[in-house]
């Protein structure tokens, strides 16, 4: 009975095993994933080290932000029309001569602060063009029941890199200099192109009437989102995690006057849900199977909010560190089923947008996040500013699971959308 419960719970490896195309991309989006971490850690050092000032690292920092939220919803538009195999190339060859250039500038004897704004701001279009094609390209390389374990992989690959991929970098520029951080994400970078070449040709199905203006077509995929009852309910669940994405905010307050802690125990709060989503995904076998993954998904989301307001009452750190690893838990749970459905209610003609969107909004739901909760945190003790947002955001996931009948019912193997009746006259 053990080795039962064991085999169904452990993570399902096939697409990785029987998906060459698939295990290509999975490991050229690894690389990816390593070199954002490692720019994330070299471009902020350097610039401190060149300027000394925070303002400066604020700007770039932002700069690389805002030019990857825009490299998504390019790359939509463009995954939707253009081959998607070609796509990845390209981008993926953009950001590895950005590597280049960004190493070539840290080797100078005083490197120019105006290329690192400009190329940290390019790699962020190619990264933002490259996740988003390969998203839309995943459907086609696993088969439709391989979907959330496809997802699965991918969330574990994301929670891994964004653990081990900024010490790696920390490491490479505290023993050997930034430049040689920059030059090793570009070698790996580089070298994913062999990989990526392997590929089948990936063309999307234009549809029937594919709209020639790229803000069109962007209008033309929020139009889908907010027509298509799962989808739409998927998005709309998704601002909530938006919302919450903010907590790390509060964790430093709450940690020295809740928990009586310190840097240690900051660093425990913010290592905790990474680690439970760790966890989820590694034991995720079950999900591809579940016969009502909406559902599924709806209770994850209320029990991962509630833990986060039950996260604002505890006193102790060993308890909070439990509760976050809990609430990092359920949500690596929603995201994996979030993902399989996604992936398999939108058709091939939208893939590339609706991906984009979504992966925009997962990017750009901490930012958002962390305004609300810096602004809560002026008028409510950090504990008291928790209970808050869990609370409200888990009623608010429960209203949605009572009337947002089409999600709590969705499959993974959804029906065709029926066709809308036509106008009168």
Same mark, same amino acid.
């Given at each position: 009975?053990?080795?039962?419960?064991?085999?169904?719970?452990?993570?399902?490896?096939?697409?990785?095993?029987?998906?060459?195309?698939?295990?290509?991309?999975?490991?050229?989006?690894?690389?990816?994933? @390593?070199?954002?971490?490692?720019?994330?850690?070299?471009?902020?050092?350097? &610039?401190?080290?060149?300027?000394?000032?925070?303002?400066?690292?604020?700007?770039?920092?932002?700069?690389?932000?805002?030019?990857?939220?825009?490299?998504?919803?390019?790359?939509?538009?463009?995954?939707?029309?253009? #081959?998607?195999?070609?796509?990845?190339?390209?981008?993926?060859?953009?950001?590895?001569?950005?590597?280049?250039?960004?190493?070539?500038?840290?080797?100078?004897?005083?490197?120019?602060?105006?290329?690192?704004?400009?190329?940290?701001?390019? #790699?962020?279009?190619? $990264?933002? %063009?490259?996740?988003?094609?390969?998203?839309?390209?995943?459907?086609?390389?696993?088969?439709?029941?391989?979907?959330?374990?496809?997802?699965?992989?991918?969330?574990?690959?994301?929670?891994?890199?964004?653990?081990?991929?900024?010490?790696?970098?920390? %490491?490479?520029?505290?023993?050997?200099?930034?430049?040689?951080?920059?030059?090793?994400?570009?070698?790996?970078?580089?070298?994913?192109?062999?990989?990526?070449?392997?590929?089948?040709?990936?063309?999307?199905?234009?549809?029937? #009437?594919?709209?020639?203006?790229?803000?069109?077509?962007?209008? #033309?995929?929020?139009?889908? %989102?907010?027509?298509?009852?799962?989808?739409?309910?998927?998005?709309?669940?998704?601002?909530?995690?938006?919302?919450?994405?903010?907590?790390? &905010?509060?964790?430093?307050?709450?940690?020295?006057?809740?928990?009586?802690?310190?840097?240690? *125990?900051?660093?425990?709060?913010?290592?905790?849900?990474?680690?439970?989503? &760790?966890?989820?995904?590694?034991?995720?076998?079950?999900?591809?199977?579940?016969?009502?993954?909406?559902?599924?998904?709806?209770?994850?989301?209320? *029990?991962?909010?509630?833990?986060?307001?039950?996260?604002?009452?505890?006193?102790?750190?060993?308890?909070?560190?439990? =509760?976050? @690893?809990?609430?990092?838990?359920?949500?690596?749970?929603?995201?994996?089923?979030?993902?399989?459905?996604?992936?398999?209610?939108?058709?091939?003609?939208?893939?590339?947008? %609706?991906?984009?969107?979504?992966?925009?909004?997962?990017?750009?739901?901490?930012?958002?996040?962390?305004?609300?909760?810096?602004?809560?945190?002026?008028?409510?003790?950090?504990?008291?500013? =928790?209970?808050?947002?869990? $609370?409200?955001?888990?009623?608010?996931?429960?209203?949605?699971?009572? *009337?947002?009948?089409?999600?709590?019912?969705? $499959?993974?193997?959804?029906?065709?959308?029926?066709?809308?009746?036509?106008?009168?006259?």
């Amino acid at each position: 009975m053990l080795r039962r419960l064991a085999r169904r719970l452990a993570m399902d490896v096939g697409p990785l095993r029987d998906s060459r195309p698939f295990r290509n991309v999975f490991i050229a989006r690894t690389v990816s994933v @390593f070199g954002i971490g490692m720019l994330a850690v070299g471009v902020p050092v350097q &610039v401190y080290g060149l300027t000394g000032s925070t303002v400066h690292v604020g700007a770039v920092s932002a700069a690389e932000g805002f030019a990857l939220l825009a490299g998504f919803l390019w790359g939509g538009v463009l995954a939707d029309r253009y #081959d998607r195999r070609r796509l990845m190339l390209h981008a993926r060859t953009a950001a590895g001569i950005g590597f280049v250039l960004l190493a070539l500038n840290a080797f100078l004897p005083s490197p120019w602060l105006p290329a690192i704004y400009v190329l940290a701001a390019w #790699d962020g279009l190619a $990264t933002g %063009v490259s996740v988003t094609a390969l998203l839309a390209a995943t459907p086609a390389l696993v088969a439709p029941d391989k979907l959330v374990a496809a997802g699965a992989l991918n969330a574990l690959t994301v929670r891994l890199g964004s653990m081990a991929s900024p010490a790696l970098g920390g %490491v490479v520029v505290s023993a050997f200099g930034v430049g040689w951080n920059y030059a090793a994400a570009a070698a790996g970078t580089i070298g994913t192109l062999a990989l990526l070449t392997g590929l089948p040709s990936l063309r999307p199905d234009l549809g029937d #009437d594919k709209p020639a203006n790229p803000l069109k077509a962007v209008a #033309d995929g929020f139009r889908f %989102v907010a027509s298509h009852r799962v989808v739409g309910s998927l998005m709309l669940l998704g601002l909530l995690f938006m919302v919450a994405g903010g907590i790390p &905010v509060l964790m430093p307050a709450f940690a020295t006057r809740s928990l009586d802690g310190g840097a240690t *125990t900051v660093g425990l709060l913010f290592a905790a849900p990474a680690c439970g989503a &760790v966890l989820a995904s590694v034991t995720s076998g079950w999900a591809g199977t579940v016969r009502a993954p909406g559902m599924a998904l709806l209770v994850a989301s209320v *029990t991962g909010f509630a833990a986060l307001g039950c996260l604002g009452l505890a006193r102790h750190p060993a308890l909070a560190v439990a =509760i976050l @690893f809990a609430y990092g838990f359920a949500q690596s749970i929603e995201e994996i089923l979030r993902y399989g459905l996604i992936q398999s209610h939108t058709p091939d003609s939208h893939l590339g947008r %609706v991906n984009a969107l979504w992966a925009a909004q997962e990017t750009g739901g901490g930012a958002v996040g962390a305004l609300g909760a810096g602004a809560l945190g002026r008028y409510l003790a950090p504990g008291a500013a =928790i209970v808050v947002y869990g $609370t409200v955001s888990a009623v608010l996931a429960l209203a949605l699971a009572l *009337t947002l009948t089409g999600l709590r019912t969705a $499959t993974l193997r959804p029906e065709p959308e029926p066709e809308p009746a036509p106008e009168p006259g």
